[in-house]
Structures are given as structure tokens and as C-alpha cells.
């Protein structure tokens, strides 16, 4: 057999890593040569525009087809008209007469893990080449003996569309026809011989899960939030603005029951989910990753489609319009975002092109076994390059105005979940990833400059210094940092007997020894309630009139405290269930008088929080905040002051934590006069027993806590005052 007809049977049997040399127009002796492998064709003639046709010769079985056109010295402009069996014909155009797309600039770029938009040159992009419309795809698969595209447009054969390889080991085609609605994979031939079909690591849709297709699509979109976009640019970052939060599960806040539980879409998310957070006063909506992820039960954690949002609730443009829609009510919204892990599925980038591309090959390094999970190879100019770029590309594409981090913790320590002897330390012998640190840097610096006014929040569970402090200090550079260590200390005293809550009075206290170390946001988000932990109303013990008003109590401790403030759906008016991410939120217990004071509570805490700049201007130094009585542990009660930027503008937060009603309990303040209650949890609005001070009350000249007057106060039980000054 000639080397010649070896090439031809590669190209048969799709193991040939070169068709663009074989296939397409060729120049050979003093003419052109043209080649076709279309494996289901009968017959093809080549359709040349005013120059007449060629019946193309059969020079392979498996459908490679060739025709010599003597005489002509530039390659041609041509169709292939193309029978199958049966007799039914299509003109086609031949993705093999044109040249390269991608630059070498491109690759350059992303060869230096540097090309911040490399989104608008991987995946699959609606293309014009000479006139002709089409789709580019490229991937990259460096590893790979053969890659192709197949798709709805050629019967998902390996061998109609082989791709050509260029620099980094990039693969790519433009195939002239192809368009939007079409679905498509890589089929990659590993050197071990082995057939991959992958989804698009840079697809921009998918098919709804379980299938798994990549989709073409056209993401234009008609922004309408301008204004939004501008003043969050020209403000910049919330530190001295209302910043509260909630957290949804968009499978879960609401369903459809009467059309068999389906999920809403972003259009009737839009409609419901948007005027529901804009009444209850929150400032933003996080949600729990959007991006596609094939099972449900991740709650999206286990990401796929890194740029694609899912398609349970619609399209990517009906996403945009969602988000759109959100700006235009001035709400803004934070997407979680999961860059320290993705799932083994075989479809997606677990050994993408038969070895550790995304992820490390040593499992001590690359897995979480604790999770079943891969972790991404920091270390990789290219894997950097994607996470960045994918970062980048929610808050440009989608007009996204922040990133919530997960898992921040798992991507800084190399033996994060691990025994001995199942890590490896760094080179200097460490714990610390130095390549994801590195890599968090990098994040924090590029958003917050190509972003301005977008911020980025690490759910970081351990002391790590630093977190949300600027790259340039050394610090890792977020905006903020969830702090769970107040989370975990309020809820474990929350937990106890009111009775044995004098012995644990340091879980109230202890979180202003550190509450100006970092930009904290305050969570009490979706891990809080699953996995055996019971809801919020269900972990306070007591009746339900008790849990109720402890809850009220918790919530404005926690918005009177230093810190922005994060609060997961269903929270808000006392969910008694654990969340289960495949049922919608119990919103029946909105018709019981308790669960519906509760929300309106949490209404009124936004109200009284955004209007108040001493409960949200200086959430990051001391100087907004100051001890009035920390120490009263047999009452279980604290209270305190917080301060605007102008000092003489303040309020003051009381907290009684016991089911024991305190008359003429006194506080020390800082001016005399008359205080205005703005909050009290125990109105009976709330579903409370409406002690109070009857809306005001005056000071007296006596001296306590080392203020010269004080404020002779009814507690209520289980019950929070905030007051201010006249």
C-alpha cells in the first residue's frame, strides 16, 4: 500500500492528526487537486461558480472522494454537490478551502495564561469568513492524536469534520452552514486509542440535563441597565452602603405544582423572585451557581458548563434579561462561583484529551476524594487562563456584579481533607498552595480592575490572613469574607437552653475581637440548614412563640452588628423544615400570624438598615462601634453602639436573650435626650408580646457604663431595641 493510500485510510478510520493536509483544495503539479471525505456519499461533483463542474473520482470506500482540475493556479472557489442513497442531494460548502482563524496572538496570549477574552475565541462562535456564514470551534486538547466536531449537522460521525491542530496544541475548524440551535460535541482520539466525546469546556449552552450536548447560540443581547452599570462604576465598592444579601436556590424558592412541580423559569423568576426581594428591602440576590451542571443534587456546585448558565429555567439570553431585569429594580446580583473543583463526569474536563489537562495526574495533588471531585492545576498557564477569563466573562457577558468564592479554603491548603501521607507540601516544604494563592491574587486583581464596582466574597472557614485585604499589602485580595466563625458561635448559643446561655456569653462577645480584621459579610446561608443541621426556627428550642422571637432577636443582632449581612431564602419567615433542593420553599406558613411577623420583621431590619448610615457606613473600623455592656452574662443580655462616619450620628442596639422580661433595665449613652425606638422585635406586628417603651424614651442624668446619662429600659423577652437620638 502506497503512503499515499495509508493517509487515505487514516482519514477513514478518523486517526489522521493532519486532514487539512489531505483534504480540501491542494496544489499539485500545474493544477488543483480537491478532496472530500464524506462517508455516506454516493457520488459528489464539484460546483464551481461560472467555471463549470468536476465529477469527483471515489479513491477510498469509506467515502473519500478526489478530483484533479488542471490549469488553474489559484485554490478555488467551491461547492460540493453531494448524493446519498436514495437520491436525495445537498450543496455543500467545503470547511477544508478555508484557512486558520485564530492568530497567533490568540495563542501567545493563552500559551502566557494572559488572554482575558479567550471566551470569544475557544468554544463554538457564529463566523464569517469571505461572505460565508458559519460556525468556528476550536478547543484545546493538546494531547490529542484527533479531534473532531460532531454534531447535529453531520450525524455526529468523527469523520466528516476532523479538526486542524495549530500552536498549544489548539484545535480548530470553521465549518460554513453550521448555525444557532445546533448541537455539538469533540469526539477526541487519545494517543492510547481511546474515543472521547466531551462537551465544550467554552460552551456557551447546553442541552437540558441529562443529555449533555453543547449548543450553538447567538448571546446577543439589548442591555437596558445603564444607569446601574454606571453608578456601580462610579461609586465603587459597597464598604459604606446597605449590602444585604439573599441567598436563593432558583430550583428550589418556588415550583409549578400544578404542572407537575416544574421549576420556574428566569422569566417567571423575573416576575416573582425580583418584586418579592425588592419589597422585603434587600439590596442584593446570591445565587447558588447557575452555571450548567448535569445533577441537580450538587445544588450546582459540581459545574460543567462553566459558561453557560443552566438550562433548567431557559436560555442564556432570558439569564441576561433576568439580570437585566434585577438592575433595573436596583437590586444587584452575586453568582456563587466554583473554580477549586469540577466533577469526574466523562463528558466534561475530567482527562479531557486522555490525560490531566484541567486537573493534576497524582491524585494527592488533584482530587478530593472527600467531595468526588478533581481540582484544577493552578500551575497551568492555560487551566489559569480558563478560570480567569470564565471569571471575567460573568461580569462583562452577564453584567454580573459580584463573585461569591466557594470552597475558598480547599484551594489554599494542599492537605485541605487530607491525612498524612495523602499530600504534597510545597517546594519550600509547606502547606500552603502557592499556585492557587497565585491564582486568587490574579482573580481579585484582574475583576476588581476590568470590574470596577463588581466585588468578589471568599467563604474562607479557616484564619488565613489577610483575606479581603489588597493584593498589594500582601492580603489575598477579596472584597469581603464570610465569617463564619461569629456564624458558628451565635448559632451554637442560640442552640442552648436560655437557661445555660449565662455560660456560653463569650459566643455573643467574642466575634468583636476580630469583627475589624477583615471586610466580614455575616452569613447565615443554605449550609446552615441541610444535611441533618434542621432549619433556622427548628435549631432554637422552646415553643414556637420562643423560636420565633429568638429568631427576631438573632436577626437584629446580626444587622446591628459590624458586617454586611447574607441571609439564605426561606430564613426570612422561618422555614421549620430543612431545605431540600428539589421541592419548592414552604410558603403556606406565611397564612400563620408568627411566620408572617417574622418576615415582616426582617423587612422592616432592611428598611431601618438602609436608612440608618450607623448600621451599614462603618462595618470595617472601630471607630464604628463601641461597647456599651458586654459583660452582662447573667442576664444574657448586650448592648452596644454603632456609629456613622459622623460620630455624633448614632444608635444604640440592646439584646436580651433570655424569655425574661427586664423592667427598668438600664444603659449608659453617650447624649441625653429623648430616644426614638426604630426597632423593637417584640411589637406585636411581629407576632411579639409588645413590651416595649411605648416607641420613645428619655434619659436620665445618671451616670452608668461610663456615660454621664442613661436610658431606663423595658426589655422585652427574647427581644431587640434598636433606638436613636431625637
Not at 467545503?94 to 484557512?99: A, L, Q, T, V
Not at 436563593?248 to 423575573?270: I, Q, T
Amino acid at each position: 500500500m502506497s503512503r499515499a493510500d495509508d493517509l487515505l485510510t487514516a482519514l477513514a478510520e478518523a486517526r489522521h492528526d493532519d486532514p487539512f493536509a489531505v483534504l480540501g483544495p491542494h496544489r499539485e503539479g500545474k493544477g488543483v487537486v480537491i478532496r472530500a471525505c464524506i462517508p455516506t456519499a454516493e457520488a459528489i461533483t464539484i460546483r464551481r461558480d461560472g467555471a463549470g463542474s468536476v465529477k469527483m473520482k471515489r479513491r477510498h470506500p469509506a467515502g473519500i472522494f478526489e478530483a484533479a482540475i488542471p490549469g488553474v493556479l489559484d485554490l478555488p472557489d467551491y461547492r460540493l454537490d453531494v448524493t446519498y442513497g436514495g437520491g436525495t442531494t445537498a450543496l455543500l460548502d467545503d470547511p477544508y478551502r478555508y484557512g486558520p482563524v485564530l492568530t497567533d496572538f490568540d495563542l501567545y496570549l493563552f500559551g502566557e495564561g494572559t488572554h482575558t477574552r479567550i471566551y470569544d475565541k475557544l468554544g463554538a462562535h457564529l463566523y464569517t469568513v469571505g461572505g460565508v456564514d458559519g460556525v468556528h470551534f476550536a478547543v484545546w486538547a493538546p494531547n490529542a492524536r484527533r479531534v473532531s466536531v460532531v454534531a447535529d449537522f453531520n450525524s455526529w460521525d468523527g469523520r466528516r469534520h476532523p479538526m486542524r491542530k495549530i500552536g498549544l496544541g489548539v484545535w480548530e475548524i470553521f465549518i460554513p452552514g453550521a448555525t444557532v440551535g445546533q448541537k455539538y460535541k469533540f469526539e477526541l482520539l487519545t494517543m492510547h486509542g481511546e474515543i472521547l466525546l466531551k462537551s465544550d469546556p467554552f460552551g456557551f449552552a447546553f442541552e437540558l440535563p441529562p443529555l449533555n450536548a453543547s449548543i450553538v447560540v447567538r448571546p446577543d443581547y439589548q442591555w437596558r441597565d445603564g444607569t446601574w452599570m454606571a453608578e456601580r462604576e462610579s461609586q465603587g465598592s459597597w464598604f459604606d452602603r446597605p449590602f444585604a444579601v439573599y441567598e436563593v436556590h432558583l430550583g428550589s424558592w418556588a415550583r409549578v405544582p400544578e404542572d407537575e412541580n416544574r421549576y420556574l423559569s428566569y422569566a417567571e423568576l423575573a416576575a416573582r423572585l425580583i418584586p418579592y426581594v425588592k419589597e422585603m428591602g434587600y439590596t442584593h440576590i446570591e445565587l447558588l451557581p447557575v452555571m450548567e451542571h448535569p445533577f441537580s443534587g450538587s445544588w450546582g456546585y459540581q459545574v460543567i458548563g462553566f459558561f453557560a448558565p443552566t438550562s433548567r429555567f431557559g436560555s442564556p439570553v432570558e439569564f441576561k434579561a433576568f439580570v437585566d431585569a434585577c438592575h433595573q429594580h436596583g437590586i444587584g446580583v452575586i453568582l456563587d462561583w466554583v473554580p477549586g473543583h469540577f466533577p469526574k463526569d466523562a463528558h466534561g474536563l475530567a482527562s479531557f484529551d486522555g490525560t490531566a489537562l484541567y486537573e493534576h495526574a497524582d491524585p494527592r495533588q488533584g482530587e478530593h476524594r472527600e467531595w468526588g471531585t478533581l481540582i484544577f492545576n493552578y500551575g497551568r498557564n492555560e487551566v489559569r487562563n480558563f478560570l480567569l477569563a470564565n471569571a471575567l466573562f460573568w461580569l462583562h457577558e452577564y453584567h454580573i456584579d459580584g463573585l461569591r468564592v466557594d470552597a475558598v479554603a480547599s484551594m489554599l491548603y494542599l492537605d485541605y481533607s487530607r491525612k498524612e501521607g495523602e499530600w504534597i507540601p510545597n517546594r519550600y516544604g509547606g502547606r500552603e498552595n502557592i499556585d492557587a494563592i497565585e491564582f486568587i491574587r490574579q482573580l481579585n486583581t484582574l475583576t476588581h480592575a476590568e470590574q470596577p464596582g463588581s466585588v468578589t466574597v471568599a467563604e474562607e472557614s479557616t484564619a488565613w490572613p489577610s483575606v479581603s485585604r489588597p493584593t498589594y499589602t500582601g492580603g489575598l485580595g477579596f472584597t469581603y469574607k464570610w465569617n463564619m466563625g461569629w456564624m458558628n458561635d451565635i448559632l451554637e448559643y442560640v442552640h442552648r437552653d436560655p437557661i445555660h446561655r449565662r455560660w456560653d456569653h463569650h459566643h455573643l462577645t467574642f466575634s468583636l475581637i476580630y469583627a475589624f480584621s477583615e471586610n466580614f459579610v455575616l452569613p447565615f446561608s443554605h449550609d446552615e440548614v441541610v444535611h441533618g443541621k434542621g432549619s433556622m426556627f427548628d435549631k432554637i428550642p422552646g415553643d414556637d412563640w420562643q423560636k420565633a422571637a429568638t429568631l427576631r432577636a438573632l436577626y437584629g443582632f446580626m444587622y446591628a452588628h459590624p458586617g454586611k449581612k447574607l441571609m439564605f431564602m426561606g430564613c426570612e419567615f422561618g422555614q421549620t423544615r430543612e431545605w431540600d433542593y428539589d421541592h419548592s420553599l414552604d410558603w403556606h406558613l406565611l397564612d400563620r400570624p408568627l411566620h408572617a411577623g417574622l418576615r415582616r420583621f426582617v423587612q422592616d431590619l432592611n428598611r431601618v438598615y438602609a436608612a440608618e448610615p450607623a448600621l451599614h457606613q462603618v462595618d470595617f473600623d472601630p471607630a464604628g462601634f463601641q461597647w456599651i455592656d458586654c459583660n452582662d452574662s447573667d442576664n444574657s443580655v448586650v448592648s452596644f453602639i454603632r456609629r456613622a462616619r459622623a460620630s455624633n450620628d448614632f444608635v444604640v442596639a440592646i439584646v436580651n436573650f433570655t424569655p425574661v422580661p427586664r423592667d427598668g433595665y438600664r444603659v449608659g449613652v453617650p447624649r441625653g435626650g429623648e430616644y426614638m425606638e426604630l426597632v423593637n422585635s417584640d411589637s406585636d406586628s411581629y407576632g411579639g408580646s409588645n413590651l416595649g417603651n411605648s416607641g420613645a424614651v428619655s434619659t436620665e442624668p445618671i451616670a452608668a457604663h461610663g456615660h454621664p446619662d442613661s436610658l431606663r429600659l423595658n426589655l422585652p423577652p427574647l427581644g431587640m431595641l434598636i433606638l436613636k437620638p431625637k
